[in-house]
C-alpha cells in the first residue's frame, strides 16, 4: 500500500475522531425553544465545525484520487458533490444522495454562518440543520467505513 493511502487513511481516522467529539459537543448543548442567543451560537459554531471536519475529509480524498477542482468559485459545492461519484477504475462514492442532502444543507448553512456575520441566527433554520446533522450522524459511519475497506484493499 502506497504511502500517499496510508497517509489518507490515517487522516481520515482523524477527522472521524474530531467529528464524534463535535457530536458530543452539540449533545452538550441541547437546542430548544428556550435556547438563549448564547446557546444558539455554541451550537452554530459547532455546526460549522462539523462540516468542516467532513469537508477535510473530502479534500483529503480529493486530493489523494482526483487532485483538482476546476471551479474555484464553487468549489465547495463541487467536492461535495464529487463524493457521490464513484469513479470508475479510481474509487467509488464515499458518500450516498442521503447524506449528501444532509452535508448540503450544512454546507449552505456553514457558509452563512462564515459569511453572513450581521445576520441573526434563525432558530428555526437552526433547528432544519441540527435535524440534518443528526440524520447524518446514523448514516456516515457505515459509508465511511465502506470507504476506508476500499483504499485497505489497495496495493
Known amino acids: 500500500m502506497s ?7 490515517s ?9 464524534e467529539t463535535i457530536y458530543q459537543e452539540l449533545e452538550t448543548h441541547p437546542f430548544g425553544q428556550e435556547a438563549s442567543k448564547d446557546t444558539l451560537i455554541i451550537i452554530a459554531y459547532h455546526l460549522h465545525n462539523l462540516y468542516n471536519a ?3 475529509i473530502f479534500l483529503n480524498i480529493a486530493r489523494t484520487f482526483e487532485n483538482s477542482i476546476d471551479d474555484k ?12 461519484l464513484s469513479i470508475n477504475l479510481l474509487r467509488p462514492a464515499v458518500i450516498d444522495e442521503t447524506a449528501y442532502d444532509a452535508l448540503d ?3 449552505r448553512f456553514r457558509h452563512l454562518f462564515r459569511h453572513a456575520y450581521m445576520v441573526k441566527l434563525d432558530p428555526m433554520r437552526l433547528q432544519l ?4 446533522a443528526n440524520q447524518l450522524r446514523t448514516i456516515y459511519p457505515n459509508q465511511v467505513e465502506l470507504f476506508l475497506s476500499f483504499l485497505n484493499r489497495l496495493e
Open 3 to 9: 504511502d500517499k493511502i496510508l497517509l489518507l487513511i
Open 11 to 19: 487522516n481520515i481516522k482523524r477527522d472521524l475522531i474530531a467529528i
Open 54 to 56: 467532513f469537508e477535510n
Open 73 to 84: 468559485t464553487q468549489w465547495h459545492a463541487e467536492l461535495l458533490e464529487r463524493m457521490t
Open 105 to 107: 444543507e450544512l454546507r
Open 129 to 132: 440543520v441540527i435535524h440534518k
